[in-house]
């Protein structure tokens, strides 16, 4: 089993925001500290916004922050979103599927509770889980006032 890229930088968006409370983070600031392609984070970000998890701000001192508290955010619940449109496998896949066994493979059940196994465990881990008390994780995403102060003044060139 993979999860996708996607998956992956939302789980990294959302522990960014949860370790920097308080604070409006723009896209930018969280891929520079979390290592991740800012094409692809903007992509994640408009995700996360539209399925409720972070709220984004338009504006100069605009960004995004967390639109419910991080014990209020399962981890299944983002990894559902972020995973739904990827079978796990062909025989998954009402409209793609060629296996000539699917009608008659026991396979398919066994992996369809074992998904659910694995999302029901990831819905009993909460972004504050991940995050509370987690010091190597906030040294390595946490955004210093003077980055966000950069990002946010106009660029003067001599």
Do not use: W
């Amino acid at each position: 089993m993979r999860l996708t890229t996607k998956t992956n930088l939302a789980a990294r968006v959302l522990m960014a925001c949860a370790l920097n409370r308080g604070k409006t983070l723009r896209t930018s600031e969280i891929a520079l500290v979390s290592n991740a392609s800012l094409n692809h984070l903007l992509q994640v970000v408009n995700g996360l916004q539209a399925h409720g998890f972070i709220e984004t701000l338009r504006g100069r001192h605009g960004g995004l922050r967390l639109a419910r508290a991080p014990e209020q955010i399962s981890m299944g619940s983002v990894f559902r979103v972020f995973e739904a449109g990827y079978p796990f496998a062909e025989c998954f896949d009402a409209h793609a599927n060629t296996c000539p066994l699917s009608t008659e493979c026991r396979l398919r059940g066994y992996i369809a509770r074992a998904l659910e196994a694995f999302y029901h465990e990831l819905d009993m881990v909460t972004l504050e889980d991940l995050t509370r008390g987690n010091c190597g994780l906030e040294a390595l995403l946490n955004v210093p006032e003077t980055l966000a102060e950069a990002c946010s003044q106009p660029t003067v060139r001599a």
